[in-house]
Protein backbone atom coordinates (compact mmCIF):
# COMPACT_ATOMS: atom_id res chain seq x y z
CA UNK A 1 0.00 0.00 0.00
CA UNK A 2 1.49 3.32 -1.09
CA UNK A 3 -0.04 6.28 0.54
CA UNK A 4 -0.07 10.22 -1.28
CA UNK A 5 4.09 11.26 -0.61
CA UNK A 6 2.92 14.49 -1.30
CA UNK A 7 1.40 15.20 1.80
CA UNK A 8 5.76 15.20 2.80
CA UNK A 9 6.20 18.20 0.78
CA UNK A 10 3.24 20.00 3.07
CA UNK A 11 4.84 21.79 6.18
CA UNK A 12 3.68 19.84 9.80
CA UNK A 13 0.80 21.73 10.31
CA UNK A 14 -1.63 24.00 8.67
CA UNK A 15 -0.77 27.98 9.55
CA UNK A 16 -3.86 28.25 12.02
CA UNK A 17 -3.36 24.98 13.91
CA UNK A 18 0.71 26.18 14.75
CA UNK A 19 -0.83 29.70 15.85
CA UNK A 20 -3.48 28.04 17.49
CA UNK A 21 -1.02 25.76 19.73
CA UNK A 22 1.18 28.30 20.35
CA UNK A 23 -1.64 30.31 21.94
CA UNK A 24 -2.98 27.30 24.01
CA UNK A 25 0.95 26.87 25.05
CA UNK A 26 1.36 30.14 26.38
CA UNK A 27 -2.22 30.52 27.95
CA UNK A 28 -1.77 27.40 29.75
CA UNK A 29 1.81 28.61 31.36
CA UNK A 30 -0.13 32.24 32.02
CA UNK A 31 -3.95 31.68 32.88
CA UNK A 32 -3.98 34.49 34.60
CA UNK A 33 -3.37 36.50 31.53
CA UNK A 34 -5.85 37.61 29.28
CA UNK A 35 -4.67 36.79 25.32
CA UNK A 36 -7.18 38.87 22.72
CA UNK A 37 -6.52 37.08 19.80
CA UNK A 38 -6.77 38.96 16.34
CA UNK A 39 -5.20 36.17 14.52
CA UNK A 40 -7.47 33.85 12.81
CA UNK A 41 -10.33 35.63 11.01
CA UNK A 42 -13.09 34.57 13.01
CA UNK A 43 -16.10 36.50 13.34
CA UNK A 44 -17.27 38.13 17.03
CA UNK A 45 -20.88 39.22 15.92
CA UNK A 46 -23.92 36.89 16.56
CA UNK A 47 -25.86 36.06 13.44
CA UNK A 48 -28.20 38.41 12.11
CA UNK A 49 -31.68 38.22 13.81
CA UNK A 50 -33.69 37.21 10.04
CA UNK A 51 -30.94 34.28 9.67
CA UNK A 52 -31.53 32.84 13.70
CA UNK A 53 -35.93 33.34 12.63
CA UNK A 54 -35.10 31.61 9.05
CA UNK A 55 -33.12 28.97 10.89
CA UNK A 56 -35.38 28.66 13.31
CA UNK A 57 -38.27 28.62 10.93
CA UNK A 58 -36.40 25.65 9.14
CA UNK A 59 -35.78 23.54 12.09
CA UNK A 60 -39.66 23.61 12.61
CA UNK A 61 -40.10 22.39 9.30
CA UNK A 62 -37.78 19.37 10.09
CA UNK A 63 -40.25 18.47 12.77
CA UNK A 64 -42.84 18.31 10.67
CA UNK A 65 -43.75 15.38 8.62
CA UNK A 66 -45.34 17.58 5.94
CA UNK A 67 -42.66 19.83 5.56
CA UNK A 68 -39.36 17.50 6.89
CA UNK A 69 -36.91 17.60 4.37
CA UNK A 70 -34.32 15.08 3.70
CA UNK A 71 -31.55 15.41 0.57
CA UNK A 72 -31.24 18.75 -1.23
CA UNK A 73 -33.33 18.74 -4.31
CA UNK A 74 -31.18 17.01 -7.12
CA UNK A 75 -31.40 19.69 -10.05
CA UNK A 76 -29.01 22.10 -8.63
CA UNK A 77 -26.68 19.79 -6.56
CA UNK A 78 -28.91 20.09 -3.26
CA UNK A 79 -28.89 24.11 -3.56
CA UNK A 80 -32.68 24.83 -2.41
CA UNK A 81 -34.31 27.43 -5.06
CA UNK A 82 -34.89 30.15 -2.16
CA UNK A 83 -30.96 30.53 -1.61
CA UNK A 84 -30.31 30.05 -5.49
CA UNK A 85 -32.71 32.80 -6.08
CA UNK A 86 -31.46 35.17 -3.55
CA UNK A 87 -28.01 34.95 -4.49
CA UNK A 88 -28.78 35.27 -8.22
CA UNK A 89 -30.12 38.81 -7.17
CA UNK A 90 -27.11 39.80 -4.93
CA UNK A 91 -25.47 39.54 -8.36
CA UNK A 92 -28.13 41.10 -10.11
CA UNK A 93 -27.83 44.34 -7.99
CA UNK A 94 -23.82 44.09 -9.37
CA UNK A 95 -24.62 44.51 -12.74
CA UNK A 96 -24.18 40.35 -12.69
CA UNK A 97 -26.82 38.22 -14.52
CA UNK A 98 -26.64 34.50 -13.48
CA UNK A 99 -28.63 31.32 -14.20
CA UNK A 100 -29.36 28.87 -11.66
CA UNK A 101 -27.59 26.28 -12.39
CA UNK A 102 -24.62 28.19 -12.66
CA UNK A 103 -25.03 28.50 -8.85
CA UNK A 104 -23.60 25.56 -6.35
CA UNK A 105 -24.15 25.66 -2.66
CA UNK A 106 -21.49 24.03 -0.64
CA UNK A 107 -20.64 24.35 3.38
CA UNK A 108 -17.89 27.13 2.49
CA UNK A 109 -15.41 28.49 0.28
CA UNK A 110 -12.62 27.21 2.01
CA UNK A 111 -13.96 23.26 1.07
CA UNK A 112 -14.49 24.25 -2.72
CA UNK A 113 -11.03 25.90 -2.98
CA UNK A 114 -9.39 22.37 -2.11
CA UNK A 115 -12.58 20.40 -4.18
CA UNK A 116 -12.30 22.26 -7.39
CA UNK A 117 -9.10 21.12 -7.99
CA UNK A 118 -10.52 17.74 -9.01
CA UNK A 119 -11.04 19.40 -12.31
CA UNK A 120 -7.84 19.68 -13.39
CA UNK A 121 -4.83 17.23 -14.17
CA UNK A 122 -2.13 17.23 -11.39
CA UNK A 123 0.06 18.19 -15.06
CA UNK A 124 -1.29 21.77 -14.86
CA UNK A 125 0.66 24.54 -13.14
CA UNK A 126 -1.12 26.98 -10.61
CA UNK A 127 -0.09 29.74 -10.40
CA UNK A 128 -0.13 31.45 -6.75
CA UNK A 129 0.38 34.80 -4.98
CA UNK A 130 3.14 34.85 -2.57
CA UNK A 131 1.42 35.97 -0.09
CA UNK A 132 -1.90 34.00 0.46
CA UNK A 133 -4.01 32.62 2.04
CA UNK A 134 -2.10 29.16 2.65
CA UNK A 135 -4.92 26.25 1.32
CA UNK A 136 -4.32 27.27 -1.90
CA UNK A 137 -0.46 26.35 -1.79
CA UNK A 138 -1.15 22.96 0.51
CA UNK A 139 -4.01 21.98 -1.65
CA UNK A 140 -2.38 22.00 -4.88
CA UNK A 141 0.69 20.71 -3.19
CA UNK A 142 -1.22 17.88 -1.57
CA UNK A 143 -2.12 16.91 -5.74
CA UNK A 144 1.41 17.19 -6.84
CA UNK A 145 0.99 19.92 -8.70
CA UNK A 146 3.68 22.17 -9.39
CA UNK A 147 3.18 25.62 -7.95
CA UNK A 148 4.50 28.69 -9.29
CA UNK A 149 4.34 32.01 -7.70
CA UNK A 150 3.26 35.98 -8.29
CA UNK A 151 5.80 38.13 -6.05
CA UNK A 152 3.09 40.32 -4.36
CA UNK A 153 5.59 42.95 -2.28
CA UNK A 154 5.39 46.51 -1.04
CA UNK A 155 6.73 47.50 -4.41
CA UNK A 156 3.60 46.72 -6.33
CA UNK A 157 1.39 47.29 -3.19
CA UNK A 158 0.68 43.39 -2.96
CA UNK A 159 -0.71 43.10 -5.98
CA UNK A 160 0.90 41.73 -8.65
CA UNK A 161 0.04 41.91 -12.36
CA UNK A 162 0.63 38.96 -14.66
CA UNK A 163 3.63 38.42 -16.28
CA UNK A 164 3.20 36.82 -20.03
CA UNK A 165 6.79 35.32 -19.54
CA UNK A 166 5.00 32.57 -16.80
CA UNK A 167 2.85 30.17 -17.83
CA UNK A 168 0.29 28.76 -15.81
CA UNK A 169 -2.99 26.66 -15.95
CA UNK A 170 -4.87 27.74 -13.19
CA UNK A 171 -4.44 31.29 -11.59
CA UNK A 172 -5.66 32.05 -8.04
CA UNK A 173 -7.11 35.68 -6.96
CA UNK A 174 -8.15 36.76 -3.57
CA UNK A 175 -9.61 40.07 -3.67
CA UNK A 176 -9.70 42.00 -1.55
CA UNK A 177 -6.87 39.68 -0.49
CA UNK A 178 -6.15 37.33 2.36
CA UNK A 179 -3.72 38.26 4.25
CA UNK A 180 -2.63 42.04 2.85
CA UNK A 181 -6.16 43.46 2.36
CA UNK A 182 -5.16 44.99 -1.21
CA UNK A 183 -8.08 44.90 -3.61
CA UNK A 184 -7.53 45.04 -8.04
CA UNK A 185 -9.41 47.72 -9.25
CA UNK A 186 -11.32 46.85 -12.71
CA UNK A 187 -8.17 47.98 -14.96
CA UNK A 188 -6.42 45.28 -12.74
CA UNK A 189 -8.45 42.33 -13.04
CA UNK A 190 -9.34 43.15 -16.62
CA UNK A 191 -5.45 42.69 -17.07
CA UNK A 192 -5.72 39.38 -15.19
CA UNK A 193 -9.09 38.20 -17.30
CA UNK A 194 -7.52 39.03 -20.99
CA UNK A 195 -4.44 37.45 -20.03
CA UNK A 196 -6.39 34.12 -18.80
CA UNK A 197 -8.10 33.74 -21.85
CA UNK A 198 -4.65 34.43 -23.83
CA UNK A 199 -3.58 31.73 -21.90
CA UNK A 200 -6.40 29.36 -21.95
CA UNK A 201 -6.05 29.49 -18.33
CA UNK A 202 -8.52 29.63 -15.70
CA UNK A 203 -8.83 31.96 -12.88
CA UNK A 204 -10.00 30.64 -9.26
CA UNK A 205 -11.89 33.65 -7.71
CA UNK A 206 -12.13 34.16 -3.82
CA UNK A 207 -14.42 36.26 -3.30
CA UNK A 208 -14.92 35.53 0.44
CA UNK A 209 -14.08 39.57 1.70
CA UNK A 210 -16.34 41.21 -1.25
CA UNK A 211 -18.57 42.60 1.19
CA UNK A 212 -15.95 44.60 2.99
CA UNK A 213 -15.48 46.80 -0.35
CA UNK A 214 -16.48 50.26 0.04
CA UNK A 215 -14.46 51.59 -2.97
CA UNK A 216 -16.93 51.80 -6.19
CA UNK A 217 -13.61 51.30 -8.40
CA UNK A 218 -13.51 48.31 -7.03
CA UNK A 219 -15.49 44.91 -8.09
CA UNK A 220 -17.14 43.02 -6.18
CA UNK A 221 -17.17 40.23 -8.79
CA UNK A 222 -14.79 38.88 -11.26
CA UNK A 223 -18.14 38.43 -13.72
CA UNK A 224 -18.25 42.30 -13.26
CA UNK A 225 -15.03 42.31 -16.05
CA UNK A 226 -15.80 41.62 -19.27
CA UNK A 227 -14.42 38.28 -20.50
CA UNK A 228 -14.48 36.77 -16.97
CA UNK A 229 -17.41 34.01 -18.12
CA UNK A 230 -14.59 32.66 -20.49
CA UNK A 231 -11.97 32.46 -18.05
CA UNK A 232 -13.39 32.19 -13.94
CA UNK A 233 -14.95 30.67 -11.41
CA UNK A 234 -15.45 32.26 -8.44
CA UNK A 235 -15.77 31.28 -4.90
CA UNK A 236 -18.07 32.80 -2.37
CA UNK A 237 -19.06 32.68 1.82
CA UNK A 238 -21.19 33.21 3.86
CA UNK A 239 -18.63 33.15 6.84
CA UNK A 240 -17.25 36.51 6.96
CA UNK A 241 -20.18 38.64 5.36
CA UNK A 242 -22.60 36.96 7.76
CA UNK A 243 -20.68 35.38 10.52
CA UNK A 244 -21.71 31.64 9.32
CA UNK A 245 -18.24 30.62 10.24
CA UNK A 246 -19.69 28.13 12.57
CA UNK A 247 -22.90 27.52 10.23
CA UNK A 248 -21.12 26.89 7.29
CA UNK A 249 -22.46 27.78 4.40
CA UNK A 250 -21.21 29.26 0.96
CA UNK A 251 -21.41 29.11 -3.06
CA UNK A 252 -19.19 28.62 -6.23
CA UNK A 253 -20.59 30.06 -9.84
CA UNK A 254 -19.14 28.21 -12.73
CA UNK A 255 -20.60 29.73 -15.69
CA UNK A 256 -22.13 27.28 -18.33
CA UNK A 257 -19.84 29.24 -20.79
CA UNK A 258 -16.37 27.89 -19.04
CA UNK A 259 -14.57 25.35 -21.25
CA UNK A 260 -11.64 23.99 -21.33
CA UNK A 261 -10.22 20.97 -22.98
CA UNK A 262 -13.83 20.33 -24.81
CA UNK A 263 -15.91 20.20 -21.56
CA UNK A 264 -18.05 22.57 -20.37
CA UNK A 265 -16.69 23.16 -16.68
CA UNK A 266 -19.72 23.66 -14.97
CA UNK A 267 -20.91 20.07 -15.92
CA UNK A 268 -18.02 18.59 -14.38
CA UNK A 269 -18.28 20.60 -11.12
CA UNK A 270 -21.79 18.95 -11.28
CA UNK A 271 -21.09 15.87 -12.11
CA UNK A 272 -17.96 16.06 -8.55
CA UNK A 273 -20.55 17.45 -6.07
CA UNK A 274 -22.88 15.27 -6.78
CA UNK A 275 -20.44 12.12 -6.41
CA UNK A 276 -18.69 13.26 -3.90
CA UNK A 277 -21.25 15.85 -1.53
CA UNK A 278 -24.62 15.96 -0.19
CA UNK A 279 -25.33 19.60 -0.04
CA UNK A 280 -25.23 21.91 2.82
CA UNK A 281 -27.74 21.48 5.37
CA UNK A 282 -31.12 22.68 5.13
CA UNK A 283 -31.23 24.94 8.21
CA UNK A 284 -27.71 26.73 6.57
CA UNK A 285 -29.45 27.33 3.41
CA UNK A 286 -32.13 28.48 5.18
CA UNK A 287 -30.28 30.82 7.31
CA UNK A 288 -28.30 32.02 4.10
CA UNK A 289 -31.68 32.29 2.24
CA UNK A 290 -32.78 34.75 4.59
CA UNK A 291 -28.82 36.92 4.53
CA UNK A 292 -29.67 38.56 0.80
CA UNK A 293 -33.13 40.04 1.47
CA UNK A 294 -33.63 43.65 2.32
CA UNK A 295 -34.22 43.53 5.91
CA UNK A 296 -30.90 40.72 6.38
CA UNK A 297 -28.48 43.18 4.41
CA UNK A 298 -29.63 45.53 6.13
CA UNK A 299 -29.09 43.73 9.85
CA UNK A 300 -25.77 42.66 8.31
CA UNK A 301 -24.20 45.78 7.57
CA UNK A 302 -24.66 46.25 11.26
CA UNK A 303 -22.09 43.63 11.74
CA UNK A 304 -19.72 44.48 8.96
CA UNK A 305 -19.99 48.29 10.16
CA UNK A 306 -18.89 47.03 13.28
CA UNK A 307 -15.54 45.26 12.10
CA UNK A 308 -15.13 48.35 10.13
CA UNK A 309 -14.37 50.27 12.95
CA UNK A 310 -12.20 47.99 14.55
CA UNK A 311 -10.60 47.92 11.18
CA UNK A 312 -10.44 51.86 11.41
CA UNK A 313 -9.19 51.49 15.27
CA UNK A 314 -6.05 49.14 14.37
CA UNK A 315 -5.19 51.84 11.27
CA UNK A 316 -5.54 54.70 13.51
CA UNK A 317 -3.24 53.06 15.54
CA UNK A 318 -0.89 51.69 13.19
CA UNK A 319 -0.77 54.94 11.76
CA UNK A 320 0.13 56.91 15.27
CA UNK A 321 3.36 54.25 15.24
CA UNK A 322 4.32 55.29 12.17
CA UNK A 323 4.44 51.70 11.08
CA UNK A 324 3.93 50.45 7.48
CA UNK A 325 0.41 48.80 6.37
CA UNK A 326 -1.67 47.81 3.53
CA UNK A 327 -5.30 46.63 3.74
CA UNK A 328 -7.80 48.15 6.86
CA UNK A 329 -10.08 49.92 4.25
CA UNK A 330 -12.28 47.92 1.87
CA UNK A 331 -10.78 44.33 4.08
CA UNK A 332 -11.58 43.47 7.24
CA UNK A 333 -7.29 42.72 7.13
CA UNK A 334 -4.35 44.69 8.02
CA UNK A 335 -1.02 43.72 6.97
CA UNK A 336 1.55 45.13 8.89
CA UNK A 337 5.81 45.65 8.59
CA UNK A 338 6.70 44.02 11.25
CA UNK A 339 8.94 46.61 13.87
CA UNK A 340 12.40 47.18 14.32
CA UNK A 341 12.97 44.96 11.23
CA UNK A 342 12.16 42.06 12.87
CA UNK A 343 10.96 38.95 11.67
CA UNK A 344 7.36 38.04 11.87
CA UNK A 345 7.18 34.90 14.37
CA UNK A 346 9.86 37.02 16.49
CA UNK A 347 6.92 39.22 15.90
CA UNK A 348 4.04 37.10 17.01
CA UNK A 349 6.47 35.94 20.48
CA UNK A 350 7.08 39.59 21.46
CA UNK A 351 3.26 40.45 21.03
CA UNK A 352 2.26 37.53 22.61
CA UNK A 353 4.69 37.90 25.33
CA UNK A 354 4.66 41.55 26.28
CA UNK A 355 1.21 42.55 25.09
CA UNK A 356 -0.73 39.02 25.12
CA UNK A 357 -2.18 39.86 21.99
CA UNK A 358 -2.16 37.70 19.16
CA UNK A 359 -1.98 37.88 15.16
CA UNK A 360 -0.37 35.73 12.34
CA UNK A 361 2.73 35.39 11.15
CA UNK A 362 3.20 37.12 7.37
CA UNK A 363 5.71 33.87 7.07
CA UNK A 364 2.56 32.01 7.62
CA UNK A 365 1.25 33.14 4.18
CA UNK A 366 4.45 33.03 1.75
CA UNK A 367 7.81 34.10 1.92
CA UNK A 368 7.14 36.82 0.63
CA UNK A 369 4.89 37.57 3.73
CA UNK A 370 8.87 37.18 6.18
CA UNK A 371 8.82 40.81 7.85
CA UNK A 372 4.98 41.01 7.99
CA UNK A 373 2.30 40.53 10.07
CA UNK A 374 -1.78 40.49 10.00
CA UNK A 375 -4.26 41.55 12.29
CA UNK A 376 -7.87 41.09 12.09
CA UNK A 377 -10.83 43.58 12.40
CA UNK A 378 -13.00 40.17 13.56
CA UNK A 379 -12.58 41.13 17.25
CA UNK A 380 -14.83 42.38 19.49
CA UNK A 381 -14.75 46.45 19.33
CA UNK A 382 -13.76 46.76 23.48
CA UNK A 383 -10.88 43.76 22.86
CA UNK A 384 -9.48 45.63 19.63
CA UNK A 385 -9.45 48.89 21.42
CA UNK A 386 -7.35 47.42 24.28
CA UNK A 387 -5.15 45.60 22.12
CA UNK A 388 -4.83 48.42 20.06
CA UNK A 389 -3.26 50.23 23.49
CA UNK A 390 -1.24 47.66 24.19
CA UNK A 391 0.46 47.64 20.81
CA UNK A 392 0.69 51.47 21.90
CA UNK A 393 2.52 50.99 24.79
CA UNK A 394 4.78 48.06 23.68
CA UNK A 395 5.79 49.59 20.28
CA UNK A 396 5.75 53.61 20.83
C1 LIG B 1 -8.11 33.38 7.95
O1 LIG B 1 -7.91 33.78 9.09
O2 LIG B 1 -7.27 33.50 7.06
C2 LIG B 1 -9.41 32.74 7.63
O3 LIG B 1 -10.27 32.84 8.70
C3 LIG B 1 -9.23 31.35 7.32
C4 LIG B 1 -10.43 30.79 6.63
O4 LIG B 1 -11.33 31.51 6.23
O5 LIG B 1 -10.42 29.58 6.46
Known amino acids: MKINENFFNLSENYLFSTVGAKVSAYQKAHPEKKVIKLSIGDVTCPLAPSVIAAMHRAVDDLARAETF ?21 SYARKGVALSSDEIFISD ?7 NLLDLFSADNTALIPDPVYPVYVDTNVMAGRKVVFANANEGNMFLPMPDEKVQSDIIYICSPNNPTGAAYDRVQLKAW ?3 AIRHGAIILY ?4 EYFITDPALPRSIF ?6 ECAIEICSYSKTAGFTGVRCGYTVVPNTLKRGGALLNRLWARRQSTKFNGASYIAQMGAAAVFTEEGEREIAVNIDRYRGNAKRISECL ?12 SPYLWMKCPRGMKSWEFFDHLLERANVVGTPGSGFGK ?29
Open 193 to 195: VDH
Open 368 to 396: NGEGFFRLTAFGTPENTREACQRLGEILK
Open 69 to 89: KGYGPDRYCYGYDVLIDSIKG
Open 319 to 330: EGLGIWFTGGKN
Open 206 to 209: DAAY
Open 224 to 229: EIEGAR
Open 108 to 114: GAKSDLG
